[in-house]
């Protein structure tokens, strides 16, 4: 056993966790939970690096007591379980609804439509916006892979900064970074996404028919305002928690303000719907809610083997013999990572700890707010070209279209995507330099 652990030392470290990465992967595509592919990857990592037994379940017993493992795994839990209750007690359809002809321009619909499902991170969401996308998108004689496009892309516009998605929520725990701070860098991805997928859709509208009479905005916002409160309050308690709590407590003090939020909106949605008990029962015993939570205890696993394994500092270390530049690196491991997985928590949980890790180990520690922009764009580039993606599966699923018809639509925008994310972050290193 001594001279099998001493020949597998003698491999590169990088070579080693490349391996974990594609056992991993293979994993996935085998249709193996997240969770499970996770944690056997972790329990991988630490038998090539020569971790024991003992050191791997300590090392497995600390990241899941870990506070931000807790606090994370509640908040993300408390995200789905006020997506699930707004779509069960038809609020959802409400909103959407309720939308309908406060904007005149059917264009403007249809971008909206997918965007409102959005703000909420719903497993398969875009098969929710698909009939009104649909609706307006015959109106004007689109084609099914430019309605799948539009209500595929738009869908996905917020995932690079809103706070209730779990891979920015995930970000924040492996940097050790503020929230808010993350999503002033990442926010403007948004708006380049915005513009960039718009371009594909230019010139296809014809003259739009008279529109009806302009409807009340209220019932719209009355219907959107628990999503408005759990993002304003979740921000002032993290806030107001961030100057109060004692220092032990600080790492958890914005996500126990959001878990706060979660939980007032959660009941006030469930009160105002008159659901019953068993019906909001259901909801939270949901077993994809078991399973998204073991999926954020093994990344956070994951994450924890591979620091206490030595890993990622051999990686760094490596990496600065080798001469191997950071920039390549912040944007190709999260695309293939993403490309492969087809879900941002997987690129994040893999591939950020490696990368936080060297941005500190060459001194660039000024620039961490950067680097983790464009490795979360490139990553969700690769998440939006993954065939895994379900969103990208049930959409042309229902539009009756076929993965090539839309990506020869969507390759312009995420070119664009990505240059503009890559000129972005050189704007932004000349600016903090």
Not at 86 to 109: A, C, H, T, W, Y
Not at 161 to 183: E, F, K, M, N, S
Not at 398 to 408: A, D, E, H, N, S
């Amino acid at each position: 056993m001594y001279a099998f652990l001493t020949r597998i030392d003698a491999i590169p470290a990088i070579v080693r966790i490349a391996v974990i990465f594609v056992l991993v992967l293979l994993m996935i595509k085998r249709n193996w939970s997240l969770g499970n592919a996770f944690l056997a990857g972790s329990i991988g990592m630490g038998i090539i690096f020569g971790m024991g037994p003992p050191a791997i379940a300590r090392s497995v017993g600390m990241s899941l007591i870990h506070p931000k493992t807790l606090s994370l795994a509640a908040v993300i839990s408390l995200i789905l379980v006020l997506s699930h209750s707004l779509e069960n007690s038809g609020q959802m359809s409400r909103l959407l609804d309720s939308f309908k002809g406060l904007i005149r321009s059917p264009k403007v619909n249809m971008v909206t439509f997918p965007a409102l499902i959005g703000l909420l991170p719903m497993p398969g969401g875009a098969i929710f916006s698909a009939p009104m996308v649909k609706t307006l998108g015959y109106e004007h004689q689109l084609s099914p892979a430019h309605l799948s496009y539009t209500n595929y892309w738009f869908r996905h516009i917020w995932e690079y900064w809103w706070p209730l998605y779990p891979g920015i929520l995930l970000t924040t725990a492996l940097a050790d970074v503020d929230l808010w701070r993350l999503v002033g860098f990442t926010g403007p991805l948004t708006i380049i996404s915005l513009t960039v997928g718009y371009w594909p859709l230019r010139g296809l509208f014809g003259t739009p028919e008279a529109p009806a009479a302009r409807k009340a905005a209220l019932p719209f916002f009355r219907e959107l305002s628990p999503i408005i409160f759990v993002i304003v309050f979740g921000l002032i308690l993290g806030l107001l928690f961030s100057s109060l709590f004692p220092s032990f407590l600080l790492p958890v003090a914005k996500e126990i303000g959001l878990i706060m939020a979660l939980l007032v909106a959660l009941f006030w949605v469930w009160r105002a719907n008159h659901m019953d008990w068993n019906s909001c029962w259901a909801i939270v015993k949901n077993p994809n809610l078991i399973k998204m939570i073991y999926m954020v205890a093994a990344i956070l696993i994951f994450k924890g083997i591979l620091e206490d394994s030595q890993a990622v500092a051999r990686v760094s270390r490596e990496m600065l013999q080798w001469d191997i530049p950071l920039l390549p690196i912040a944007m190709l491991l999260p695309f293939l990572v993403g490309g492969v997985a087809g879900i941002t928590i997987a690129f994040v949980g893999t591939t950020f700890p490696i990368l936080i890790s060297l941005i500190n180990t060459v001194g660039n520690n000024d620039l961490l707010l950067p680097y983790l922009m464009l490795a979360l764009a490139s990553g969700f580039a690769g998440v939006l070209l993954s065939p895994l993606h379900l969103c990208f599966l049930l959409s042309n699923e229902y539009f009756r279209t076929t993965l090539i018809p839309v990506y020869k639509i969507m390759l312009v925008p995420l070119l664009s995507l990505l240059i503009s994310a890559f000129v972005y972050f050189e704007i932004l290193c000349y600016w903090m330099g």
